[in-house]
Nanobody, 124 residues
Framework: VQLQASGGGLVQAGGSLRLSCVGSGRSFNMDSMAWFRQTPGKEREFVAAISWSGGSIFYANSVKGRFTISRDKSKNSVYLQMNSLKPEDTAVYYC??????????????????WGQGTQVTVSS
């Protein structure tokens, strides 16, 4: 069972990237899914979460209005569209999944499944 994240890269400030995370080994369609990020020397930081139905979404204040989380159950996947990127968005981004329904709990980072990270670098 794993989550495979992809889509990171190098982009200039103001640009966009779309991260993808595909689950394998089990269905994640009944799980809440989320994105976190981490920079060296700092704790992992919550970015966005989406409920199993897609009906509830929760963002960190730092990305609200710029990032959009979505999911495609037919592909067992979750996505993060990142627009208006800033140098402070530079980090390794991780996807995550958990069967807890409350997104505020998911945001605490105590989740069952983590994907490997994908590096996002935003140049100024």
């Amino acid at each position: 069972v794993q989550l495979q994240a992809s889509g990171g890269g190098l982009v200039q400030a103001g640009g966009s990237l779309r991260l993808s995370c595909v689950g394998s080994g089990r269905s994640f369609n009944m799980d809440s899914m989320a994105w976190f990020r981490q920079t060296p020397g700092k704790e992992r930081e919550f970015v966005a979460a989406i409920s199993w139905s897609g009906g509830s979404i929760f963002y960190a204040n730092s990305v609200k209005g710029r990032f959009t989380i979505s999911r495609d159950k037919s592909k067992n996947s979750v996505y993060l569209q990142m627009n208006s990127l800033k140098p402070e968005d530079t980090a390794v981004y991780y996807c995550a999944a958990d069967d807890v329904p409350r997104l505020t709990e998911v945001a605490r980072g105590v989740v069952d499944y983590w994907g490997q990270g994908t590096q996002v670098t935003v140049s100024s």
